[in-house]
């Protein structure tokens, strides 16, 4: 069976979405929907010439238009939102009218946890709403429950994820892969976590630790970031000891930033400068974005699960490592493949009907057993390291 696809937004997660969807999705038709006209007809004209396909057709649509998109999403099997998150939940509401298969790119717990409240309406539907797909939140969560599967037994999961440039430049060592206010938002304010089976709140840019990675990465300094294990840890709570996700960057980079925070430079309410009211953030992103962003990006991403636990009545760990990196003849970077194709698979997996129905958070989404074969088709090499202790 073929299957009629519709990706709003025509980003760089979005472009890599309606790609994937091209490759495996059994797909006769890809809509690019974005307010920018020249930028879905660009996004559309490229995924055609990688695919030797005139498969993808550009449309000029407004999100905040909801009469327009709901006309659009007529009879589209899945639908794929890469726009910003605050359009997510009428987005969702329009899916289910239509009845679309439905998942997101998330960005704000808070409205996740309003899309799952629909899940009724959407079970009478019969498709599936699954929000905040991804990188982190998104395939480090469905990762850690493939870990978890391992086990008979288990009790505590730690997740590291992280996007890098392959060359980085000092003094940040970083650059940007997505929309700089994101990054912000991950290093100000409170993650929740599981400790000792409840959900606890965790200050971010804290509990830095060292891990080491194959080369070329070697050592890597991990801290706390907020929002990237979504609605997991109340989905969890009471069946995990642990469960907790920090960020993965080159050495310094930790420091720097912290220093930055202290500053205030992090901070949104305006403050007087000079008789002007200037938001320490606006300023902050004003002078830093031009430092870390970068025309073509080289990158490299990781992904590192443990899970620890019982096996056949013994301790045992699962170790689970995923690294992606920068592809020179597509030109995806790592960050848009391991973004954009966890929810192209989500949006495949609900179209051919293999996942839950109803609103379902990512964590009870997609089984390990469905993503290992996802991950084969793509050529990802989940390395799985299994020990007693």
Avoid at 90 to 111: M, Y
Avoid at 340 to 367: F, N, R, T
Wanted: glycine share 8%; hydrophobic share 40%.
């Amino acid at each position: 069976m073929a299957y009629r696809y519709a990706v709003m937004g025509a980003g760089r997660q979005g472009i890599s979405s309606a790609y994937d969807l091209g490759r495996f999705g059994s797909a006769d038709d890809i809509m690019i929907m974005d307010i920018d006209e020249e930028a879905a007809r660009h996004g559309a004209e490229r995924i055609n010439q990688l695919l030797s396909n005139n498969i993808a057709r550009s449309v000029c649509v407004d999100a905040s238009d909801l009469p327009s998109v709901k006309k659009h999403l007529q009879g589209v099997h899945s639908t794929v939102s890469a726009v910003p998150y605050f359009f997510n939940l009428e987005l969702t509401q329009v899916a289910i009218e239509v009845g679309s298969n439905f998942c997101d790119l998330g960005g704000n717990t808070q409205i996740v946890r309003d899309q799952l409240k629909l899940n009724n309406p959407a079970k009478e539907a019969n498709i599936s709403i699954t929000p905040d797909c991804g990188l982190g939140p998104g395939l480090n969560v469905s990762m850690a429950v493939h870990a978890m599967d391992f086990l008979d037994q288990p009790e505590e999961v730690f997740i590291w994820d992280g996007g890098l440039p392959q060359n980085p430049i000092p003094p940040w060592n970083y650059q940007l892969t997505f929309h700089i206010n994101g990054l912000t938002n991950e290093y100000f304010g409170d993650a929740f976590f599981l400790r000792n089976w409840k959900v606890s709140p965790i200050p971010g840019l804290t509990e830095l630790e060292t891990l080491s990675f194959p080369d070329p990465l070697g050592q890597l300094e991990a801290a706390v970031t907020t929002g990237g294990l979504s609605t997991a840890p109340w989905t969890f709570e009471g069946k995990l000891k642990t469960l907790e996700n920090k960020t993965l960057r080159y050495p310094g980079h930790w420091k720097t930033f912290q220093a930055y925070k202290e500053l205030g430079l992090f901070e949104e309410k305006p403050i007087p400068v000079n008789g002007q009211d200037v938001a320490p953030r606006d300023l902050f992103h004003t002078l830093l974005e031009p430092k870390i962003r970068a025309e073509r990006i080289r990158d490299i991403c990781i992904i590192r699960v443990e899970c620890r636990g019982l096996k056949d009545n013994n301790p045992a760990v699962c170790t689970l490592d995923l690294i992606e990196t920068y592809d020179e003849t597509t030109g995806f970077t790592a960050m848009e493949k391991l973004t954009g194709w966890h929810a192209s698979i989500i949006a495949i997996l609900g179209a051919k009907g293999q996942l839950p129905k109803g609103a379902v958070p990512v964590e009870l989404a997609l089984p390990g057993h469905l993503l290992q074969n996802e991950a084969n088709l793509r050529n990802w090499q989940i390395k799985n390291q299994f020990s007693w202790h």
